[in-house]
């Protein structure tokens, strides 16, 4: 497995509880144990699963990755979460701007922009999603939109790893998956901004997500720009999951 190899990464969102997450790591390592698999492994569980998991995740390869944070390095913020924190409880990736967060949480590209440089200081990797809304899309500013966000969102970002995924809006949670020819015209324009924004833009994975399954996992991840899933309810059973992950 190397750095380039794909990656599935699963945001549980708010569903599983501790309980339900030890049971799910456990299976998810059985399986992980039995057969041999060349793509990168992620999941994205409730800031209170987050330790438990990493210690039960420890020389799987499983890694981690916080759903949020809080732009602020400490202090009084009650309720917020900081990237410390999220580091020393074993996260490895924070997302940054999914669009729950912007849509029903009102986060702005100032605030994601200020988010994503506190996950970069900390020497974890954002993976920063952008995507258009249905409406956009149909007014055919798909690609203008999701560029203005990677630009806004990564004005202060110039070094170190970083994730982008694209999940467009209304693929996520519908059961309405972008085509891989739609996806893929976006992941290449989203790497064509890449490489004219960073020396490494060759070097950043581009996720796609909204509705991905087992029975779309394979041709999605044949794309050519296309470097993993992001995955959401399907990430909620270890079959499923597993079943993108040998997809
Ligand atoms: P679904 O896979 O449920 O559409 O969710 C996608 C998502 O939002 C992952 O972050």
């Known amino acids: 497995m190397t750095r380039s190899s794909q990656i599935i990464a699963g945001n ?7 309980s339900q997450g030890r049971e799910f790591v456990a299976t998810l390592k059985s399986y ?3 057969g041999s698999v060349s793509r990168r492994v992620l999941l994205a569980p409730n800031f209170t699963l987050l330790a438990e998991l990493a210690g039960l995740c420890a020389g799987s390869g499983i890694m981690l990755a916080a ?19 999220l580091k020393d409880a074993g996260a490895s990736h ?9 849509q029903i949480f009102g986060e702005d ?9 506190a996950v970069a200081r900390a020497g974890l990797v954002p993976i920063l999603c952008v995507g258009e809304t249905l409406e956009q899309r149909r007014e055919g500013r798909a690609l203008e939109i999701v560029i ?6 990564l004005v202060e970002f110039t070094e170190g790893e970083l994730i982008v995924a694209y999940e467009p809006v ?12 739609d996806a893929s015209d976006m992941h290449a324009g989203i790497r064509e901004f890449l490489l004219e924004r960073f020396a490494f833009g060759r070097e950043i994975p581009i996720l796609y997500g909204g509705s991905a399954k087992p029975d779309n996992a394979a041709e999605l991840l044949a794309q050519p720009e296309i470097n993993g899933l ?14 993108i992950i040998t997809a």
Do not use: Y
């Open 67 to 85: 759903q949020n944070c809080a732009p602020q390095e400490s202090g009084a913020f009650t309720g917020e979460t900081s990237v410390a924190m």
């Open 32 to 34: 992980l144990e039995k």
């Open 148 to 153: 203005s966000q990677l630009q806004a969102d």
């Open 12 to 18: 549980w969102k708010m569903n599983l509880t501790l």
């Open 109 to 117: 590209d100032s605030l994601l922009c200020a988010k994503l440089g």
């Open 94 to 102: 924070v997302l940054v701007g999914h669009s729950e967060r912007r």
């Open 230 to 243: 992001l995955v959401g309810g399907a990430s909620l059973r270890p079959e499923t999951f597993w079943q």
């Open 170 to 181: 209304w693929a996520i949670g519908t059961g309405q998956t972008a085509t891989p020819a």
